[in-house]
């Protein structure tokens, strides 16, 4: 195999739990974003915009969805003679085989897959970020810095660095602690997920985790918290664009809004940096003559006869006559009947509103529902359908297992 | 279908699209947003299973190519059989010009006698339609026709373009065929798209070419009337004739009536075309979009009504587009206004500039121009 200066390892594995219902049938790199988008292409456009043609998707979690997406690579260009992109699921060898225990397990598991290239670098992605990001810079920054390890950081407010991983640096830039989701942070600076290792630093590391019994097997916990004790060079590479960890329903929703400001930090149609996606060979969106659209994102093949305010309607999706879509995400191929009100929701794939329901509705007083979600956005999933003139009170998480617990009134 | 070869003759008249074609063939026109003219017979013949298609390139052939590259779109990179550009010959014998889709068969008589297929679709690319080849060819195998020729009952011709008429019986053969007749009952219509056997198309091909023909249709069909067994197959779906700049314009608002948009591109399988992986469509508050087309890639903050805009135009706040087809890339400074307007690909109209065409005859303005 023609050697690669850096190969680049993609962590797809997770369930992503905290989207719920969102990732009960697909893992969380899989699930759309922004119109035409799953959330892995953001990651695998900035390899191929940035030129690294070498990329390994390490999938465990529910990955036929992600699998039948990322095909052979070739909308991300990816699709390379030598190199290109590989899916690495767990695989079995004499001795038996096991599933991915951690972040840094799996990359152990996938040595083999990593040695047939020769690298002198490996880049460990996560492919549940959304950003755009030139990795061929961070790798000149690490060379630069003669670091065995660089950590993409960026600042996040206070209260919110219990959920990353944070550290400290010196002037100079190099990582002189670190504080894997700390109770109390000595530093804003939270990890991206984003890695640049020297490749035979990084397997001897791997290794070594590997025959620690004790060990988590993840790069967090236990690979940078050893390297910095064994006081590698580590260095902090500051990115200052956009980046959000769509990890949640809450980070979910808001990374979609964002897309909607008249400005958006988050530019999808910069000349030299394109978002790839697979094509969905749909027509052009047909905007209908009563149709009202404003401040919202639209993608192929939708058909909108209706009303769509601040809103993000993915690929396929039909919004009917004297339909209502407001601050929602409408996933690809839903359909929003006649009358339809949906206010402050996320509608998965391919799910029927049928005429008048009403999705995201105040409670009215005294009723009793089942509210998930604290900031009172509504979730409906995948592939089902919300009956004819069904209300479903805001901050409901619906998953249609639950359906027939479903108080009657909800039905007017 | 595996044992259908598709043939796409590009060697129809397009002068009379004016500058829509002045710098390329029919097939490689802009249409519907995200489309060329090709794409519906390519995805058509895909759609039907056809896995070894030929193109019988004429002329100004370039922007085609750029469009179609390998076939890969439309799944025809293939290691047996896929897509294959059958050029016409520099200059004829007679020395004469070559758009003539005899003498290019004759030229590519090579690829036809070594394809492997038995049946052969023969079609044109200036009908936009979602039809159903597979139904054709079990007509034409259940029939016993040497010939069926795919006709549509058209009301919408527009009277200034070639047609040919075709007078079908009860049992679907074909009695009489006439080109452009001035005075016509039948509104049944050809498609120029034919199913033949092979060796059929081969013998036509070596018979007429050779006495200086031109048209296979017209010049060797149509004379064997009496004693080939044509049929008539009519497609009853929306067919969409693309021959003059009028019909163009009409064909084209045609797609903002859903049930055409839905029939166009949905019936049949799906219309592929090259991918650009533009971003999904910006609506700013303040737009006003009615009844119109809108490809991705799209901004808009202005004014569209009854319209369709292709890939990456940005519309600005208090831009006007009315019945207008605004093709890719196109920049509009602030205060434009067009009503009746076709811009093709990369114009820039200036500040405050307004444009007006009429419904039946829209001002065109070619491509990369300055306005």
Redesign the interface.
């Given at each position: 195999m023609q050697k690669k200066e850096v190969v680049a390892m993609l962590l797809a594995g997770g369930q992503g739990s905290r989207l719920g219902i969102l990732t009960k049938k697909l893992a969380k790199p899989a699930v759309p974003f922004?119109?035409?988008y799953r959330i892995i292409d953001f990651t695998l456009s900035n390899c191929s915009n940035s030129g690294i043609d070498t990329v390994g998707v390490l999938t465990q979690y529910r990955p036929m969805t992600l699998n039948a997406y990322i095909g052979i690579g070739?909308?991300w260009d990816l699709d390379r003679a030598g190199g290109g992109v590989s899916v690495l699921p767990p695989y079995m060898r004499e001795q038996g085989g096991e599933w991915y225990k951690g972040t840094a397990n799996a990359v152990y598991q996938n040595i083999d897959f990593i040695e047939q290239y020769d690298p002198e670098y490996v880049l460990i992605l996560s492919g549940d970020h959304i950003y755009k990001m030139d990795y061929s810079k961070m790798l000149s920054y690490h060379k630069s810095k003669g670091a065995v390890a660089t950590i993409a950081v960026i600042p996040v407010p206070w209260e919110e660095t219990h959920r990353f991983g944070v550290m400290k640096t010196d002037d100079t830039g190099r990582i002189t602690e670190f504080q894997e989701k700390p109770k109390v942070a000595k530093s804003n600076l939270a990890s991206m997920g984003v890695y640049v290792f020297d490749w035979q630093v990084l397997r001897a590391y791997l290794e070594a985790d590997e025959a620690d019994p004790d060990s988590n097997n993840d790069f967090g916990k236990n690979i940078i918290p050893n390297m910095l004790a064994a006081g590698e060079p580590m260095y902090a590479y500051a990115f200052k664009e956009y980046w959000k960890d769509v990890g949640t329903v809450d980070s979910l929703w808001e990374a979609n809004m964002d897309l909607l400001a008249?400005d958006p930090e988050l530019k999808?149609?910069e000349a030299g940096w394109?978002?790839?996606?697979l094509?969905q060979?749909?027509?052009?969106?047909?905007?209908?003559?009563?149709?009202d659209?404003?401040?919202?994102?639209?993608?192929?093949?939708c058909?909108v006869?209706g009303k769509?305010h601040r809103s993000?309607i993915f690929t396929g999706a039909q919004i009917a006559k004297g339909a209502e879509v407001t601050e929602s995400v409408i996933m690809p191929g839903v359909k929003i009947g006649e009358g339809a009100t949906v206010h402050k929701a996320i509608i998965g794939e391919n799910t029927i509103v049928e005429a008048g329901a009403k999705i995201g509705v105040p409670p009215r007083p005294g009723e009793k529902a089942d509210i998930v979600n604290e900031n009172g956005i509504t979730v409906i999933e995948d592939n089902v359908c919300v009956p004819h003139s069904m209300r479903i009170v805001q901050g409901t998480v619906l998953s249609v297992a639950e359906w027939p617990a479903f108080p009657e009134e909800w039905i007017s | 279908m595996r044992n259908l070869l598709g043939i796409i003759d590009l060697s129809e008249h397009a002068e009379s699209l004016g500058e829509l074609a002045a710098h390329r063939t029919l097939g490689a026109v802009p249409f519907g947003g995200r489309y060329r003219i090709i794409d519906f017979t390519l995805s058509n013949m895909v759609n039907a299973g056809i896995r070894n298609v030929g193109i019988l390139l004429n002329d100004r052939f370039g922007p085609l190519l750029d469009h179609i590259k390998d076939g890969k779109e439309w799944d025809l990179n293939r290691q047996r059989d896929g897509m294959f550009l059958l050029p016409a010959p520099l200059r004829t014998d007679s020395g004469e010009g070559i758009s003539s889709n005899l003498i290019n068969l004759r030229h590519n008589i090579g690829y036809l006698e070594k394809s492997r297929q038995e049946y052969a679709l023969f079609s044109g690319c200036g009908m936009v339609t979602n039809i159903d080849y597979q139904a054709v060819l079990a007509f034409h195998l259940e029939k016993k026709a040497d010939i069926t020729v795919i006709y549509s009952q058209m009301h919408n011709l527009q009277e200034d373009s070639p047609y040919t008429a075709l007078v079908v019986d009860e049992g679907g053969r074909v009695t009489d065929m006439a080109l452009n007749p001035r005075h016509c009952t039948s509104r049944k219509v050809s498609l120029n798209m034919y199913v033949l056997r092979k060796d059929l198309l081969l013998n036509l091909v070596d018979h007429y070419s050779a006495r200086q023909k031109r048209d296979l249709f017209t010049d060797a069909i149509m004379p064997r009337l009496a004693e080939l067994r044509i049929y008539g197959y009519e497609h009853k779906g929306y067919v969409g004739a693309i021959n003059s700049l009028k019909s163009y314009y009409q064909r084209s608002m045609d797609l903002l009536k859903p049930e055409v948009w839905q029939d166009l591109f949905f019936t049949h399988g799906q219309i592929s075309t090259k991918v650009k992986h533009e971003p999904p469509v910006r609506y700013l508050p303040g737009s006003k979009v009615s009844n119109s087309l809108i490809a991705t890639g799209c901004t808009i903050e202005g004014t569209v009504e009854n319209s369709i805009l292709f890939r990456g135009v940005e519309v600005g706040a208090g831009v006007v587009i009315k019945d207008s087809i605004v093709m890719q890339k196109a920049k509009l400074g602030p205060g434009v206004t067009l009503r009746n307007v076709i811009l093709d690909k990369d114009v820039t109209i200036t500040a405050g500039k307004s444009l007006a065409g009429d419904p039946s005859f829209p001002v065109v303005i070619s491509k990369a121009a300055v306005v």
């Open positions: 922004g119109g035409k070739s909308s008249k999808l149609n394109k978002i790839f996606s094509n060979t749909l027509p052009p969106q047909l905007v209908g003559p009563e149709a659209v404003q401040g919202s994102l639209l993608g192929d093949g058909l006869l769509v993000v | -």
